[in-house]
């Protein structure tokens, strides 16, 4: 599971340069532990077990222990109430609805008739409005109910808000609660004061709650591992803060989905989720820092700041790939939210391009883009710039009458204004189009002609007139969607000929998909104004004109961009200070982080992909996980020796249990893979994209679909010099592909070792 990450710089093993030697782990602050018995076997984390006796005597575990079991217990309280109260409001509404219906006379016969129908029914749906209100917050309540019953809090503070004054215990879980008498059951981990155990700081301390900074004493800072109404044990941090639920969970492994780590958020890592809301916020972390758990956990905090007037649908995550995807799709829905909408780069860009157009390559310059708002500001449209609008064989509107309406709108410079009050016209000129021929007696006869289930579905009748109005009216019914895809066209500025703008503009014979895209953004404005939040997932995997195309189309969205400069494994994408400059320059203002701490892999692996950084980030980088096998090299004399060692291997992992990785540099060579292994290992599946991440088992998988992924065990199937060459791409492709375990790493070479490992 990806983990939070070190804000300001390395803390635990240093990471050190050269070769496969690794440091051991350092020790870790102790602080006080109580466990039941139910929670030392089986999940690798050797923690303090109290005998029976020793148990049985702790008076804090009994004393947890039967709070823990009244707080689930009105819990499930809760949520039967909240059933039977959306019961009791389904059944009122129907009831209301149906008096309503039998009472209400609808009577336009004088004013005063009018007036007390209108006040009727304004009557009618201020009940239907009340009714939905109440059912929204009995959903809601459900909604927290359901989280929290799986695990009612993970964490205690006890804050003393004046002295002298008795402290007041909290609890902090995944979601807030209160019983009927409104006393709070439980804190919302997203909730102001619940910063306090998030900064890790005992003893006197504060938090902002409306602009208010309030001190407090932090008294106690208890951590919980609960499952349901069972608890299996709590540690106290005295002084020195160490996370102890962060161990363990790390302890416990991956899964096939991402796991909210709300319970395990890092002090840095906090001030990255609670971060002001500024127009940019760039986020720079080493592999397995926790880069897309802090924009997980960012969303949802997002969304309780702005509860009531920020929608899913506002918020948009960029993701690197659909299997990535598919990988965090469940940690929102876990927390009892809604996820946004989540696309990849040819997801969001394919329907803003004419049909059949591939995405195509994205790399252009930011340079080329400011060179088409330059030429633009410029620019006069000419009658080979505008299109006919034509639909099922006939002409509905002709390029010259757009010229006609353009040269109405001449005193206008080319750009948005003008494109948008040209558009309003050709809109109402097609509606006049279509009004006529829905006059002609030749529409009528088509109109009469259609099979008798077309006729119902289109007018819930047969077609049978008995007026021309009436036959007018049932005719344009027909036409307008007949014509469906002409008043899109219109409507989407079909009729702007950008391809020939283009070459006009920038004198070359084509434009690249990001090019077309950004050139009617520029000329048509183009966009999505209503987006409050885009989060861009692997950003340095991205070309300076793919992220200019993002920052203009989600014109007045806050951007938080994430990733890993040495992770940029493509020739083209843009380097971090050029991100930067981009955002700069359509944002003005770019806040930055830098998370330094690996939460996902061991400190030997860790060490290892550290030794590819430049020397001065990798003093920075640390781990915090527990120490395993060191990381194994084979090298192959030749081509018979390393497919036999291949074939080991994978089997070895097969048998192993987890899920294992094959991580082949290129997707041609992730098939070449799969067909050798197949008779020799045929439990080793090649992943797709159309895939989802199983939860065990051996994956071989391109690199470009790795990304963002971890697995318990990597085969690099050939780290040889051919491979990975001594220049810098390669350096940041074997970096991003030794970083993908976590816990165990086998690198085999089909003839020499890379120099890059030397």
Known sequence: MQQAADWEGGRGTPAHEGGLEVAPAEGCAQGKARVSSDAVAGDGFSRFAPSGDELATDAVFAVEQAHLTEVHGKLQK??????????????????????????????????????????????????????????????????????????????KIELQFKQGQPAKELYIGSAGISDENYRRLVVDWRSPVAEVYYNQVMGPTSYVADGRTISVDLKVRRQFDIRGDRLLSYFDSDVAIEDKLLLASLARGRSAHMQAITATIQKEQNRVVRHED?????????????????LMQRIAYLFYQHRGALDPTQVFLISPNPVFGRYIDRVLPDLGERNP??????????????????????????????????????????????????????????????????????????????????????????????????????????????????????????????????????????????????????????????????????????????????????????????????????????????????????????????GDPNQAIAEGTASWDEIRAVFEAERGQVSECRLMTSYRSTPAITDLFASLLPAGEAMEVSSVQREAPAPVVAVCSDEEEWRAALARVVDEAARAGGLTAVVAP???????????????????????????????????????????????????????ARTFPANDLARRRLYTTISRATRHLTMLSAGPLTELLG
Do not use: C
């Open 78 to 155: 809760i949520a039967r109430d909240a059933v039977a109260a959306m019961e009791a409001v389904a059944a009122q509404a129907a009831e209301d609805k149906k008096n309503m219906a039998d009472e209400l006379a609808v009577n336009f016969a004088t004013w005063d008739d009018v007036l007390e129908t209108h006040a009727d029914i304004v009557a009618m749906n201020n009940i239907i409005e009340a009714h939905d209100m109440a059912n929204s917050v009995q959903a809601e309540r459900l909604r927290a109910a359901e989280v929290l019953l799986r695990e009612p809090y993970f964490a």
């Open 666 to 720: 290129w997707k041609s060579e992730a098939r070449r893979l799969a067909k050798l292994l197949a008779d020799t290992v045929p439990a080793a599946v090649l992943l797709g994209e159309g895939d989802s991440l199983p939860a065990e088992g051996v994956v071989i998988v391109p690199l470009k679909l790795a990304k963002g992924l971890e697995f318990d065990r990597v085969i690099i199937p050939d780290a040889s």
């Open 278 to 294: 500024v127009p940019v916020l760039q986020v720079a972390g080493v592999a397995g820092s926790g880069k897309t758990s802090v």
């Open 341 to 562: 909408e989540i696309l990849t780069w040819a997801q969001f860009l394919a329907p803003l391009l004419p049909t059949g157009r591939g995405v195509g390559e994205g790399e252009v310059s930011y340079e080329r883009l400011r060179a088409i708002d330059a030429a633009v500001a410029g620019f006069e449209f000419d009658r080979g710039d505008f299109r006919d609008i034509v639909s099922a064989g006939v002409r509905l509107l002709g390029g010259d009458a757009i010229e006609k309406v353009s040269a109405k709108f001449g005193h206008l410079p080319a750009g948005p204004h003008r494109v948008t009050l040209m558009g309003e016209e050709l809109d109402g000129r097609l509606g006049a189009r279509l009004k006529s021929l829905a006059a002609l007696e030749s529409t009528h006869d088509e109109v009469a002609d259609l099979p008798l289930e077309e006729q119902l579905r289109l007018f819930g009748e047969t077609f049978d007139p008995q007026t021309d109005e009436e036959a007018r009216t049932l005719a344009l019914t027909y036409l307008k969607e007949k014509h469906a895809d002409a008043i899109e066209a219109v409507r989407a500025m079909g009729w702007l000929d950008v391809d020939r703008v283009g070459r006009r503009l920038l004198g070359s014979d084509g434009l690249t998909s990001v090019e077309w895209v950004y050139l009617k953004m520029v000329l048509t404005g183009m966009g999505n104004p209503d987006a409050k939040y885009v989060m861009i997932d692997e950003v340095q995997d991205y070309s300076e004109g793919q992220l200019a195309v993002m920052a203009r189309y989600f014109r007045r969205a806050h951007f938080l961009l994430l």
